[in-house]
């Protein structure tokens, strides 16, 4: 949250500081394209950027911070792939480190893992969807 507010704070420093970070490495998605698509789908994207296990959170932050993603959005989003994508993956991992003693524990994580990718999914599409619907001239 600090993160998250400090990029609002200091917009211009904290682009910047994005921008190098992003560039780092060849993308295959330019920074403008991703700042578009948060723009277009925000909470749904949000969601996703924060989904996926090789986006760093303090990057995360600052993009959303620098972004147009509201501070309810990054607060919904933060708490659901924190408190339980993070919880799953901490079960997850604790039943594999002794998988001979938990097969069905491990194989439970695997399950919930599984169903909360598909859950995120499912809320993208879904999300994406009202909003191509709301942009249809009638």
């Given at each position: 949250l600090v993160s998250y507010g400090l990029a609002k704070i200091f917009?211009?420093?904290?682009?910047?500081?994005?921008e190098k970070l992003y560039q780092r490495k060849e993308r295959e998605i330019p920074l403008e394209e991703l700042y578009e698509k948060i723009k277009d789908h925000g909470f749904s994207y949000a969601?996703?950027?924060?989904?996926?296990?090789?986006m760093p959170f303090q990057v995360g932050n600052l993009l959303f911070g620098v972004s147009s993603v509201t501070l309810w959005d990054y607060i919904t989003?933060?708490?659901?792939?924190?408190?339980?994508g993070?919880?799953?993956?901490?079960?997850l991992v604790s039943m594999a480190s002794d998988f001979m003693a938990?097969?069905?524990g491990t194989v439970f994580g695997l399950l919930l893992k599984g169903l909360y990718y598909l859950g995120i999914y499912y809320i993208m599409?879904?999300?994406?969807?009202?909003?191509?619907?709301?942009?249809?001239?009638?």
């Open positions: 917009k211009s420093d904290a682009t910047r500081w994005v969601l996703f950027v924060r989904a996926i296990p090789f989003t933060t708490l659901i792939t924190v408190a339980i993070q919880g799953i993956t901490v079960f938990q097969k069905a599409k879904k999300n994406t969807r009202a909003e191509e619907k709301e942009e249809l001239p009638l």
